[in-house]
């Protein structure tokens, strides 16, 4: 090759390089995958699609831009809360896949769900779900529904290869969780509208009722064959934009905050007590969006703003939705969040490699990546 040509591939690559810097993982990590498949629950952080073949008025849907607006190739939405790929993609991408499995009601109506669901995996995530069926009733697959959706997928995959390498496949897969933040939304929504605070009573009955809904989906995951569980706990939904918006200093709800930070502790529990006692063989990694959020110093991490969001209106940015027509930041990467609830997809890469790799900062009691690699 010639000197020249040399150069301008040097210089290509580095333009690319920095071009992509924002939002790739690392390289030597691409495209060699460390589990074989992925099967994905939870809500608007992990939906990639889903909901845009759900029915209904009600139904949240990432289908106009400006989502999707910094996704490679179309930057056209897709049906993922982001300005371009969530949590779940980078949470894939860590392990060798390109981006998140497929959505479960599109790989269902492109007729490609069973080939997908042996070599790579399926997403069931939805929009507005929550742990309980209550939450956002009817305008999304709750969790419930979506465990017996995999169990249904799993059937479909007995008959086609047979139960012998479907429990070999399963028992090496992940089985990735982001769910919860909507049944706080919906708890707070519903004690504003009663025009009371919470008692001591309603809470321990609120928990109650997460964790055993949350414990019944990993127990009956687990009967099915599911052997490696990559959990991410909720964060502190009082900082989002919407819920800052409502505070005269924009500061987060604190006492929303108190509220997830009880729950998260009684999700930590559950996790050991399950893998300790209950079901043998179970692996998991608890990842702690909420630490993740409270102790990384959004300036050093290279965002200008942590309190608003980047494609809305009005104060924050938080009193509009993201839609046609809506105020665009200027640079999307260095906003925390993209719209009233999300974050940008440089803040879920961000959470994505520290629950991959963080040297143990942000998973108990190991990291998404010994996880993967762990023997079954
Ligand atoms: C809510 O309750 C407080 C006192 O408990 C009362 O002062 C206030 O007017 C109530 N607000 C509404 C909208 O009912
Ligand atoms: C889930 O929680 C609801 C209360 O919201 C409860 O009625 C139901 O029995 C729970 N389901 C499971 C499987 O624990
Ligand atoms: C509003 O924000 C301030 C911090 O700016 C905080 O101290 C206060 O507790 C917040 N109010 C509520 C109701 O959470």
């Not at 919906?186 to 025009?195: G, I, V």
């Not at 102790?295 to 209106?313: E, I, K, N, Y």
């Amino acid at each position: 090759m010639g000197y020249e040509l040399a150069v301008k591939a040097l210089v290509a690559s580095i333009v690319l390089g920095v071009a992509v810097a924002g939002v790739e993982p690392s390289k030597k990590m691409m495209w060699r995958r460390q589990v074989p498949a992925m099967y994905v629950f939870g809500d608007s952080t992990m939906d990639v699609g889903n909901n845009n073949y759900l029915p209904g008025e009600e139904v949240p849907r990432a289908d106009k831009p400006y989502y999707g607006i910094d996704l490679p190739d179309s930057g056209k939405p897709t049906g993922r809360f982001s300005n371009g790929y969530n949590v779940a993609d980078f949470v894939a991408r860590n392990l060798g896949f390109e981006k998140s499995p497929r959505a479960y009601l599109e790989l269902k109506a492109r007729s490609h769900l069973i080939p997908s669901a042996i070599t790579s995996g399926v997403s069931y995530a939805s929009a507005g779900a929550g742990i309980l069926d209550s939450t956002n009733a009817g305008g999304n697959i709750p969790l419930s529904q979506q465990v017996r959706l995999f169990r249904s997928t799993m059937v479909e995959m007995d008959a086609t290869v047979g139960p012998q390498a479907v429990s070999r496949l399963l028992s090496k897969s992940l089985f990735l969780f982001g769910v919860g933040s909507n049944d706080f939304f919906a708890f707070a929504t519903e004690l504003a509208k009663r025009n009371r605070s919470a008692t001591q009573g309603d809470v321990a009955a609120f928990y109650g009722s997460l964790i055993s809904n949350y414990s019944a989906a990993i127990t009956e995951l687990y009967k099915l064959g599911a052997r490696k569980f990559g959990i991410i706990n909720v964060g502190p939904v009082g900082c989002v934009p919407r819920v800052r918006v409502l505070n005269a200093t924009g500061g987060c709800a604190d006492g929303m905050n108190q509220l997830v930070a009880g729950f998260d502790a009684a999700l930590e529990s559950l996790l050991a007590g399950l893998a300790a006692n209950k079901l043998p063989g179970l692996a998991y990694s608890l990842a702690d969006s909420f630490g993740f959020a409270a102790r990384t110093d959004p300036h050093a991490a290279g965002f200008v703003s942590d309190d608003s969001a980047c494609c809305g209106g009005g104060r924050l940015g938080a009193e509009a939705d993201c839609l046609p027509g809506a105020t665009l930041c200027a640079d999307r990467d260095r906003f925390l969040f993209w719209d009233r609830v999300h974050p940008t997809q440089r803040a879920a890469m961000l959470s994505a490699e520290a629950y991959y790799d963080g040297q143990a900062q942000f998973t108990k009691p190991i990291s998404f990546k010994q996880l993967a690699q762990k023997s079954s």
